[in-house]
Each structure stands twice: as structure tokens, then as C-alpha cells.
């Protein structure tokens, strides 16, 4: 079907952009960063801006294109010139290996029953070569990786690059989810930080029937390990993987706090738990640091820009936080969704 599919125009992906900026407002995201942005959607993200309907704050991750090798770096590095007010095309989208739950994430033991490894979707080779390159030219490596093979391979790219590159770039790793217990100190001895996707740690159905199964009692344990990451010193960002998951921060704050749900009553793993005040961060001041925004949004403070959200109830306190709603989003001290 992909493949015969019509291309996505830029006007189209404009009008796909406004649509999905007022959805993300309403829910008091004020600014992000665009994990998979090919050239079609760079001109996009620059049309949408340069006419004025670019409200958020947008880092764009340029995404490596795995059939090709790595002289396409000249062509994000590029790209990465052409960025416009509220567009920013820093950050390069890496997508080592695939998913647990089918497989294809890239593990260093093989699957339960099985002589599987997943999938590697870039060679270690290539991260090697890409990334320090990358970190020199100023260019933030963003890291798909799952498996604790691909999380691993991530840190060895980064630290085969020079460590004041990687300070000044601020490398992350999504989905942070299977990380071996001695590569879990490297995130904050490399200035690694993890991009999390609170709303996956949980006992789901899919947690239940088909990662665990395929990893088996031990490597299940070293999932999503928030808490440890953040005790060795690591940064945390809340992201969300929309729209493969929800991008609403309160209704993944409450999975991080109580690593579980109404609909997957038992806790999963609950010492990797955050606390409120922590997983509210995440979604705020470290969702800024790592889009090298922290001077100017993430904390409520004098000189900062004036991009909030009023909340129905104290996130530190109310009952249930995945019931809070956003009920006013503000972007320059201009209400941009809600009254």
C-alpha cells in the first residue's frame, strides 16, 4: 500500500500540521519536537511558519533514511540552515531496531524459545560513523531504540564522539525501554538523556501477552527503569510517541507515578516509580532541556516567555491525575486554546 500510495504534498501536510498544533494545544503542549520530519515535512513545518500559523515551538528531527548510506548527512546538515523562527531542524531521527511486542527490537540475548535477535535497522557501523559526525556539526542525535541491544549501540555511538559535542548536542534515547542494568549509569556519564514514554510502563494486555513471554522473567525486569535513570543522574523528558499513544502529560504523569491504570489495576515494577513532582518535570523543564530551551520555557519564572497551561486540578495533589484536563493554553501570554 505504501508503495503506491500518492506522495504527501506540502500543502496538505500544512493543513495536517494546523490540525494537529490545535490538538496538542488543547491539551497544553506548547512546544515539541517532531521525531520524524523527512523533506516533504521540513518545507511543511517552514510554509507553516513563515505565514504566521506556527504557534508552538518545534524542534525538528530530521529522519536518517536507512536505505541510504551515510552520505546523506550533508543533506541534514543542510537542512538543519534552513530553519525558520519557531522551526528549529536540529536533531537528527535515528531508527535503530524496531519493537519488542513483534520482535524487532534489537536484543543482545535472543527472544524466549527462540535464536531471534529482533532487527537492526541502522548498523553499528553507521551509528558509529554518524553520530560523532553529527554531535560536531552541532546536530542532536535522537535515538529510536528498545531493545537492550539498540539502547546499547546508541551509548557506544555517542561515546565513540567527543564528550564536549555530546554536552553541547544533549543526545537522547526514546523509548528507553529495555535497558541492561550496567548500561543504565552510562545515560548520565554520557550526557544521554532518556526520552520517556510514561504511558507504556504499565501491566497492559500487550505488557502481559507478548513482551514479557519473549524476554522472560529477568530481562522483563529491566523495563522502564525511570527511577534508576533518574537516581544515576540522567535527565528525563516526557515525551509521547503520538500517535501511537497518547500525548497527554497528565494521563502518562499518572502511569509514571503509579505504574498502572484503571484497565491494568497491577503495578508494573513499582520501584521504578516517579514521584508527581518528578514526572511533572519531565514534561516541562526536561522536555526544554533537551530542545535547548531552557532558558526561555519550561519553568514558570521571571524573563521567561509566557507558555503555560492552566490545569482543572493541582497536579501535585489531585485524586487522579489522569482525570486532569487543560482548560487554557497560553503561548506568549496569548490564549491560543481554551478561555
Known sequence: MVDVAPDDTVEELVEGLAAAQAYLLSLGITGWQDAWVRPVDHEAYRALDLAGDLVARVVGALWWDRTRGAEQLDDHL???????????????????????????????????????????????????EVVPRAMAAGIQPHFHAIGDCAIGSALDAVAAGDPADAKRTRPHIAHIQLIAPDDVARFAALGVAGNAQMQWAQHDSMMVDLTIPRLGTTRSAWQYPFRSLLDHGAHIAGGSDWSVSTPDPFSQMSVAVERST?????????HEALTREEALTAFTAGSAWVNHDEDRAGTIEPGKAADFAIASDDPLTAPDLSAIEVTTTIVGGRVVSGA
Open 78 to 128: 543542510a537542512m538543519g540552515t534552513e530553519g525558520t523562527d519557531r522551526y528549529l531542524p536540529r536533531a537528527l531521527k535515528l531508527m535503530v531496531d524496531g519493537t519488542i511486542e513483534n520482535g524487532t527490537g534489537a536484543v543482545c540475548s535472543p527472544y524466549v524459545g527462540t535464536s531471534d535477535h529482533g532487527l537492526t535497522f541502522i548498523d553499528r557501523d553507521t551509528l558509529m
Open 262 to 270: 484503571a484497565e491494568a489495576p497491577e503495578p508494573f515494577l513499582p
